[in-house]
């Protein structure tokens, strides 16, 4: 018998073994990949350390800071946004900034009517209401209320069109990859509370920097794929199928912790249990690709990044300022969700994206350099109407043990949410012993 075994080494499977190995159980990890992390990875590429996924934490993740500190890596953290939240659009061929914490900045940005500006007053009671009801950042299922309204909807109807397309649309789109109809206006909310007034941070030695502290402490096997999990009734047990450089090899588990994302975890069971054949085929994800721009100089454009809304029809939905080295400089570029097709050749997505590039900064013809391309097929999960109402639904019923389940699809798109998943997994998994 092989005590625990954990499959996934992304944050919430690596958070979970840890404190599962902390309370005293024999713990295995086995991960697909030849890397841990999942989207909480740090990548080198021509000189660059790159976070291709998740870029920072928040002030507001109590349980990943509880972490940091318990690892020792305190020192890495520094706040990446020392005033305020800085917001740069394109529009009609020119860039429009703005400090939403800035009254004053708000009320003088020319990047949408002064009509758009004052229907944001609008949103506050919303905010307020859902807020009230908001008890934990990482459960918005448990917020009361129908979930039947897209934040495009709700927006657009209750807010203003104006607003959305040059300001809630790009933000979203750039930062999780959703379309107007991936999040509902009840997640949109709850996210929006979630991340006001907390600082922004970042780990100096990159993000990846947490999971691999984590899985230095554990016994984490690399490039074991789980083909087959197998309920064992009479034994109360779970027989694991995985292959492990090249050959099949099975290990029965006293409990199995699964922490793959959630659209791929009924493909593991022959014979998945009622409540789980219900609610995974309701877990989607957003899928994009991130590029990253060598320049061939130390570039400064005097802000820290540009989101292009889509009605000015471009292939990018952002070109951000990523890092300086010497004297080049890296730009972080991110695909619009109508335009990203995982299947397009490579070529061709670089030179759109070049494109594009020197269209935000025209003053770059001629000094981009290399460029990589990172698809993310599985980004962040969505949340669309009815999804918290189906979550809410499998929280009360989950049917675990001996199999339990973590991961981002449960609790929040943000490396915090993932984390507390695995925290909240083994704490599931502990009181069942």
Same mark, same amino acid.
């Given at each position: 018998?092989?005590?625990?075994?954990?499959?996934?080494?992304?944050?919430?499977?690596?958070?979970?073994?840890?404190?599962?190995?902390?309370?005293?159980?024999?713990?295995?990890?086995?991960?697909?990949?030849?890397?841990?992390?999942?989207?909480?990875?740090?990548?080198?590429?021509?000189?660059?350390?790159?976070?291709?996924?998740?870029?920072?934490?928040?002030?507001? &993740?109590?349980?990943?800071?509880?972490?940091?500190?318990?690892?020792?890596?305190?020192?890495?953290?520094?706040?990446?946004?020392?005033?305020?939240?800085?917001?740069?659009?394109?529009?009609?061929?020119?860039?429009?900034?703005?400090?939403?914490?800035?009254?004053?900045?708000?009320?003088?940005?020319?990047?949408?009517?002064?009509?758009?500006?004052?229907?944001?007053?609008?949103?506050?009671?919303?905010?307020?209401?859902?807020?009230?009801?908001?008890?934990?950042?990482?459960?918005? &299922?448990?917020?009361?209320?129908?979930?039947?309204?897209?934040?495009?909807?709700?927006?657009?109807?209750?807010?203003?069109?104006?607003?959305?397309?040059?300001?809630?649309?790009?933000?979203?789109?750039?930062?999780?990859?959703?379309?107007?109809? &991936?999040?509902?206006?009840?997640?949109?909310?709850?996210?929006?509370?979630?991340?006001?007034?907390?600082?922004?941070?970042?780990?100096?030695?990159?993000?990846?920097?947490?999971?691999?502290?984590?899985?230095?402490?554990? %016994?984490?096997?690399?490039?074991?794929?789980?083909?087959?999990? %197998?309920?064992?009734?009479?034994?109360?047990?779970?027989?694991?199928?995985?292959?492990?450089?090249?050959?099949?090899?099975?290990?029965?588990?006293?409990?199995?912790?699964?922490?793959?994302?959630?659209?791929?975890?009924?493909?593991?069971?022959?014979?998945?249990?009622?409540?789980?054949?219900?609610?995974?085929?309701?877990?989607?994800?957003?899928?994009?690709?991130?590029?990253?721009?060598?320049?061939?100089?130390?570039?400064?454009?005097?802000?820290?990044?540009?989101?292009?809304?889509?009605?000015?029809?471009?292939?990018?939905?952002?070109?951000?300022?990523?890092?300086?080295?010497?004297?080049?400089?890296?730009?972080?570029?991110?695909?619009?969700?109508?335009?990203?097709?995982?299947?397009?050749?490579?070529?061709?997505?670089?030179?759109?994206?070049?494109?594009?590039?020197?269209?935000?900064?025209?003053?770059?013809?001629?000094?981009?350099?290399?460029?990589?391309?990172?698809?993310?097929?599985?980004?962040?999960?969505?949340?669309?109407?009815?999804?918290?109402?189906?979550?809410?639904?499998?929280?009360?019923?989950?049917?675990?043990?001996?199999?339990?389940?973590?991961?981002?699809?449960?609790?929040?798109?943000?490396?915090?949410?993932?984390?507390?998943?695995?925290?909240?997994?083994?704490?599931?998994?502990?009181?069942?012993?």
């Amino acid at each position: 018998m092989a005590g625990i075994i954990v499959v996934g080494a992304g944050i919430s499977g690596l958070t979970a073994a840890y404190r599962l190995k902390k309370a005293g159980h024999q713990v295995t990890v086995l991960e697909a990949a030849n890397h841990v992390g999942g989207r909480m990875i740090t990548i080198h590429w021509n000189g660059w350390s790159i976070d291709p996924g998740a870029k920072f934490v928040t002030g507001g &993740d109590k349980y990943l800071l509880e972490m940091v500190e318990e690892l020792g890596l305190q020192d890495q953290l520094y706040q990446m946004f020392t005033e305020g939240v800085p917001t740069v659009i394109l529009r009609n061929g020119s860039l429009h900034s703005v400090n939403f914490v800035s009254l004053s900045s708000y009320l003088r940005w020319t990047g949408v009517s002064l009509r758009a500006r004052l229907a944001m007053f609008k949103l506050l009671p919303y905010l307020v209401g859902v807020g009230s009801k908001l008890k934990n950042m990482y459960r918005p &299922d448990q917020i009361p209320g129908a979930d039947t309204e897209t934040y495009e909807e709700f927006f657009c109807k209750r807010i203003n069109a104006e607003m959305f397309e040059y300001w809630a649309f790009p933000t979203f789109e750039t930062y999780c990859s959703y379309s107007g109809g &991936d999040i509902s206006r009840k997640a949109f909310l709850a996210l929006l509370i979630g991340y006001l007034n907390t600082k922004s941070l970042g780990l100096r030695a990159g993000i990846g920097a947490l999971p691999e502290a984590i899985a230095s402490r554990l %016994d984490v096997r690399l490039g074991a794929r789980v083909t087959r999990l %197998d309920l064992e009734p009479a034994s109360a047990s779970a027989r694991v199928t995985f292959l492990y450089k090249g050959r099949p090899e099975t290990l029965t588990a006293e409990r199995v912790v699964v922490a793959v994302p959630g659209h791929r975890v009924l493909e593991l069971f022959p014979d998945p249990r009622p409540a789980w054949q219900a609610f995974f085929p309701k877990v989607n994800y957003a899928f994009t690709a991130s590029i990253f721009q060598e320049v061939n100089e130390h570039f400064d454009p005097g802000v820290p990044g540009v989101m292009i809304p889509r009605p000015e029809q471009n292939y990018l939905c952002s070109v951000g300022l990523d890092q300086h080295q010497g004297e080049k400089t890296l730009l972080l570029l991110d695909t619009a969700v109508a335009a990203y097709d995982p299947l397009e050749a490579e070529a061709s997505i670089v030179a759109k994206a070049k494109a594009d590039t020197l269209k935000v900064f025209p003053q770059l013809k001629g000094k981009l350099g290399g460029t990589l391309v990172y698809h993310w097929p599985e980004k962040v999960p969505t949340y669309r109407p009815g999804y918290l109402e189906a979550l809410a639904k499998f929280y009360a019923d989950m049917q675990e043990d001996p199999v339990y389940f973590c991961g981002d699809y449960l609790t929040g798109l943000s490396t915090g949410a993932a984390l507390y998943s695995g925290w909240d997994c083994a704490d599931r998994l502990l009181a069942g012993l």
